[in-house]
Every structure is written in structure tokens, then in C-alpha cells.
């Protein structure tokens, strides 16, 4: 148990279904992240928030779509999805973006675009 | 640009000391680290090291930073069947200090 949990697990949705993915840390953090992990490629960066504002987007499209109420959520909306997004959506938290910045991972959601 | 290479795959006997290798790109980098996945689990970190350190050593593991050729290493002594799993190495870089990570190291550990 690292202190990041992620909802649901598993995720199979249409591509033309809404959906969203649920990240909650218990650690106290400032920071969180989206990753996407898919076979064959690195970890992809998807955003950044510190103290509940985006500080980085890289490139990601529009059907992704996250949210941050507050510094213990962290929401990915998926809406119009495409079969090549489908992978491990990975969820961490830091207690700041700078200095040691080590990131503590939630066990992630699979999905499945159909 | 920032870059993190691994080889794929590793296979080592139970009892052997695995040695687990990474270059990366960015000699800004001041920290890198070891990530390891298990099979349907997130990323747990195992050890990280700062850069003005060559090596650190955590009970059976032990990391080698060669920073000149910016190599790094993760070696994992008596290794045991748990020990099976991806193991990630990354590098803190880009903007805001985020992590960038290899492909991952799948360490397979045969009775």
C-alpha cells in the first residue's frame, strides 16, 4: 500500500462512452501526476498538478481531460476515446514537484477502448 | 532530447546476483532512480541516488552511478523468484523536475 489509491482497476468502455478514472492520495502531497503506460513504450507524462493547478500538459488530446479539486484528487475524464488508448493510466504523487521529487505510484487502471 | 535506455530482458538464476543497466542523457540529471513494477501493481520505488554519489548500497541492492558515461546500475544480490518484475530506471529531468523513464527491464528469476 503506497498511499495512492486509484478506481476503478479495470475499465472497459465504448468509444463513444464518458468515463472517468479516480485518484486519492493519503500522503499529504502537493503534487500529482497522470501517466500513461502502454506495452513497449516509457512512461508517458500525460499532467502535472501542483497545489491543485496544471503546470504541465504534454501534448495530451483533448478526450483526456483532467481535473484537480483539491491536493488529495486528482480526476482523468475520458470522453471519445480511441482503441489506441487504451493502456495502464498510473496515478503518483510527490511531496513537491522539485528537490528529491520522488513520486509514490497508485497501482494503476487498466483500460480497454472497444 | 532526454532519453532513458534499458535492455528489455533479463534472466538469472535463483541465488545469482542480478546486474541491471541504464544510460541516460541529461547530465543536468540530479537525481535517478529505480522504479519496480510486479505484475497488475503500480510503481514502487526501490532506491534512488544523487548525483554526486557513486554508489549506494540498501541490503541487497546496490546502485553504480558512473556519471561520466552516464551509466547507471542496479545490481540485486541472492536473487529470489519475488524478485521477478519490471524494473524501471528514471531520470529527473524536463521541466518542473518531472521523472523521465526507460522502457523497463524484465528480470525473470528461474528455480
Known amino acids: 500500500e503506497t498511499g495512492v489509491t486509484q478506481t476503478p482497476r479495470h475499465l472497459v468502455m465504448g468509444m463513444t462512452n464518458k468515463k472517468s478514472l479516480k485518484c486519492e492520495q493519503h500522503l499529504g502531497h502537493n503534487a500529482m501526476y497522470w501517466y500513461k503506460q502502454s506495452a513497449k513504450k516509457p512512461l508517458e507524462l500525460m499532467f502535472v498538478y501542483s497545489l491543485e493547478e496544471r503546470v504541465e500538459n504534454n501534448s495530451v488530446p483533448s478526450r483526456f481531460s483532467p481535473e484537480c479539486p483539491n491536493s488529495s484528487h486528482l480526476f482523468l475524464h475520458l470522453h471519445t476515446l480511441q482503441p489506441e488508448d487504451s493502456a495502464l493510466y498510473l496515478c503518483?504523487?510527490?511531496?513537491?514537484?522539485?528537490?528529491?521529487?520522488?513520486?509514490?505510484f497508485g497501482a494503476g487502471t487498466r483500460l480497454s477502448v472497444l | 532530447g532526454e532519453d532513458v535506455e534499458q535492455s528489455l530482458f533479463l534472466s538469472v538464476r535463483e541465488g545469482d546476483s542480478s546486474v541491471i543497466n541504464c544510460t541516460y542523457t541529461d547530465s543536468s540529471s540530479t537525481y535517478l532512480y529505480w522504479y519496480k513494477q510486479e505484475p497488475g501493481a503500480g510503481l514502487q520505488l526501490l532506491t534512488y541516488?544523487?548525483?554526486?554519489?557513486d554508489m549506494k548500497q540498501d541490503q541487497r541492492l546496490t546502485v553504480l552511478l558512473n556519471k561520466k558515461d552516464k551509466h547507471l546500475s542496479l545490481r540485486i544480490a541472492d536473487t529470489q523468484t519475488g524478485d521477478s518484475a519490471i524494473y524501471f530506471c528514471a531520470e529527473r529531468g524536463g521541466s518542473q523536475g518531472n521523472l523521465i523513464f526507460g522502457k523497463g527491464t524484465k528480470l525473470s528469476v528461474k528455480p
Open positions: 541516488i544523487f548525483s554526486n554519489m
Open positions: 503518483a504523487s510527490s511531496p513537491t514537484t522539485g528537490t528529491e521529487n520522488i513520486q509514490y
